[in-house]
């Protein structure tokens, strides 16, 4: 066979192996993926997943050039054991109506896959966005709450205590703050698991973007996001009782209150460059993977 015909090849041979399996993924959870916007993703609780299903895609597709160009060595019996595995959470969560087992369940489904088709090397390479994927299951609702009460009594006593420091007319009772004439509820999504998780997802793909190879640096990154994300919801939090207290209830509970989130993402974001670059003070970032720099 000529150099021509190898390279007219290969592309047909590289879909010719993975059609079919996206094919089968695409038909066991686009089901999911419709219950998922029907349901859970129209909440702000849950608003984060169609960003995360996004994201992941990206990372992968980011992987793409190196998943072509990687050699195959599939690795049949752990690939079989992930897939039956993958199999035996969706057929449980698909019958018994339990989103959070059957979201679960296309993360070994897709990883089984991976090894069965091209082997180790490749679920390396997509191991981030598949780890990443964990971000998308929709936490048990009992676990929710457990978590989210004494969370959102945290946020609230520490925008209490900030407002207090400024010298506004503030109280607190439970998570109901009291400023002047209002009284504004710390929902559970203002300060609540739900938004921490989407916060430490936000933190894993700028440690992902950053690739910093000091494995301490990243460590510590990772655990100082939780606090960091708590910091930002206290933000959101103030900003929303500020405005309401000077522009009434009306700005507070309207377009201010979707744009929240916003302040959110934001004052975490800056949060974690602030942090990460003060961890750099200490620790070097290193150098970037040797396949990092050969990648265009």
């Not at 949060?271 to 993977?289: E, K, T, Y």
């Amino acid at each position: 066979m000529s150099g021509r015909e190898a390279t007219i090849g290969a592309p047909a041979a590289f879909w010719r192996d993975w059609a079919p399996a996206v094919a089968g993924l695409a038909a066991m959870f686009i089901p999911t993926y419709w219950e998922l916007a029907r349901t859970l993703w129209p909440h702000d609780e849950q608003g984060h997943g169609p960003i995360i299903l996004a994201v992941s895609l990206w990372l992968i597709w980011k992987e793409w050039p190196a998943i072509r160009e990687a050699r195959s060595e599939p690795a049949l019996g752990s690939g079989g054991f992930l897939i039956f595995a993958g199999l035996l959470l969706y057929f449980v969560g698909r019958s018994q109506s339990i989103l959070t087992v059957e979201v679960a369940a296309q993360i070994p489904m897709i990883a089984g896959t991976v090894l069965i088709i091209r082997g180790w090397k490749v679920l390396r390479l997509v191991w981030s966005p598949l780890f990443f994927m964990l971000f998308m299951i929709p936490l048990p609702g009992v676990f929710v709450q457990m978590v989210t009460i004494p969370l959102k009594s945290a946020v609230s006593y520490a925008a209490e205590n900030i407002l207090w420091q400024f010298n506004y007319p503030i109280a607190r009772t439970g998570v109901i703050l009291n400023i002047g004439q209002y009284q504004l509820l710390v929902a559970d999504a203002c300060a609540g698991l739900n938004s921490m998780f989407t916060l430490e997802a936000l933190g894993l793909l700028y440690m992902n973007l950053m690739q910093h190879t000091n494995v301490t640096r990243n460590v510590l990154l990772a655990i100082l996001i939780i606090p960091i994300s708590f910091c930002a919801n206290v933000i959101r939090v103030i900003v929303l009782v500020l405005v309401t207290y000077h522009f009434g209830d009306a700005a507070g509970q309207g377009f201010v209150h979707g744009f929240a989130g916003m302040v959110l993402f934001m004052a975490a974001l800056i949060l974690m460059l602030a942090v990460d670059s003060f961890l750099g003070l200490f620790l070097p970032a290193g150098n970037p993977p040797a396949d990092a720099k050969a990648r265009p």
